[in-house]
């Protein structure tokens, strides 16, 4: 499958569409779009390509991450797939926008169909591996594509960093162990899409962050 990259200016967020060159089929991890232009961004970007958006998935639901959520639903009438753990955090975004400072107003971002452990969301002839990693979120997820050795990692582990644990449902010690024992384990030469910043591998994590 081929990942596509978007950053869009809310947090410096980064928004992946995953897509089988085979079948067109596509999903929308982590939509961060807050603006008419970036909105346009993603929607040309499946227009140009013939894609058919299929699901949007969500490695949790922070606010920068969940943002472009309703225009999605509203022009594809896809559903939005995340783990039950954040469905409260999902109930109050206008309040996590208050929080940091925000004037936007998503309103509440309900999930559609819940992911756990182990799921594989199918795309076209691809599938992405649901792994949990509470730790950032009670209900963080990353997704793995086995096959062509990706990990869309979301806000649980970044190039020489990990995610924040001072937010609601944060836990430091969780994150530690779930990081080392979920995607530690994974081959080294699998490249590590994060939510903020650039990518990696699991190697070069393994070698030198200093978290870990």
Partial sequence: MKVVLFQFGLFGI??????????LECVIIDPGMSTPEEEAAIN?????????LTNIINTHLHIDHVV???????????????HPGDESMGK???LQAKMFGLEIK?????????LKD?????????????IEVPGHSKGSICLYDKQDDFLISGDALFQGSI???????????ELIE???SRLMTLPENTVVFPGHGPSTTIGEEKRSNPFL
């Fill in 118 to 130: 182990g799921d594989k969301i199918k795309i076209g002839n691809g599938a992405l591996e649901v």
């Fill in 44 to 52: 040309g970007f499946i227009e140009r390509n013939n894609l058919k």
């Fill in 68 to 82: 472009g959520v309703p225009h999605l639903k509203e022009k594809y009438g896809v559903p939005l797939l995340a």
């Fill in 163 to 173: 995610g924040r644990t001072d937010l609601p449902g944060g836990n430091y010690r």
């Fill in 106 to 114: 998503p309103g509440e971002i309900a999930i559609s169909s819940y």
């Fill in 178 to 180: 779930n990081i080392t």
């Fill in 14 to 23: 980064n928004t992946y569409l995953v897509y089988d060159p085979a079948s």
């Fill in 92 to 94: 109050q975004i206008d």
